[in-house]
């Protein structure tokens, strides 16, 4: 699922921390079944190509 976050249009570089972040909002019991890998995917993963679209047209 980490690979998952490189592509997802909430994963930001954090040039305060120095890392990426997901900006997405969860709560304790969201971030346990992430942590835990006891999910399958994210719900709130959205693709973050720009060009998907355009590629999709061609």
Do not use: S, W
Request: proline share 2%; glycine share 6%; charged share 30%.
């Amino acid at each position: 699922m980490a690979d998952q976050c490189e592509y997802c249009a909430y994963f930001v570089y954090d040039e305060y921390a120095g890392q990426y972040l997901c900006e997405q909002d969860l709560d304790e019991d969201e971030i346990y079944r992430f942590m835990t890998q006891q999910t399958k995917g994210c719900p709130y993963f959205k693709d973050g190509d720009e060009y998907k679209l355009v590629r999709h047209q061609n």
